[in-house]
């Protein structure tokens, strides 16, 4: 008796690739790992330097606000921002998300957050990174059979330029 078995593989094909980083700005129109904008924009409202409430003999910080237009109540976007030096030199970098934000009778979402800086006085803005990091499958490592896909590209980092 020979068994067969239609449709199985004996090896699972997966693979993983890393969308391209959108170019950063004050306010960018939000994109998915495949490179499609949902309608989704994000914008740095306003920053300026001084120190952190809860740890103010620390010196001045980055304290930014921020707005997302165009996300759902329940789920949303994230993308990072980054404090940035004349040059666009990333001086630190971390991530913000929509669903962390206060709706606005407007219907956007409008929320502030900390950049930690060591030389304060090189901050030359806040610039937001338009890939969406709401997302990220799992990779054909961490899952051989159902993960791989597009990945959001590699977080931003100090010193790297935007």
Not at 45 to 65: I, K, M, Y
Not at 101 to 123: C, I, K, S, Y
Request: with cysteine; proline share 7%.
């Amino acid at each position: 008796m020979i068994l067969a078995l239609s449709g199985c593989s004996s090896s699972w094909i997966c693979t993983d690739t890393t969308a391209k980083r959108g170019e950063a700005r004050v306010r960018v129109q939000v994109e998915d790992t495949y490179g499609q904008r949902p309608g989704v924009t994000a914008e740095v409202v306003d920053w300026r330097l001084e120190p952190h409430p809860q740890e103010p003999s620390a010196g001045d910080q980055v304290h930014f606000t921020y707005r997302f237009d165009g996300t759902s109540e329940t789920s949303g976007p994230a993308v990072q921002a980054c404090a940035v030096d004349k040059k666009r030199v990333a001086l630190d970098c971390q991530t913000i998300y929509s669903g962390q934000a206060r709706q606005q009778p407007d219907r956007t979402r409008t929320g502030d957050d900390w950049l930690t800086v060591e030389h304060p006085g090189q901050v030359a803005g806040v610039l937001l990174i338009p890939n969406d990091r709401s997302y990220d499958p799992r990779t054909c490592d961490q899952d051989i059979r159902d993960g791989g896909g597009t990945h959001p590209p590699k977080p931003a980092g100090r010193g790297e330029q935007l």
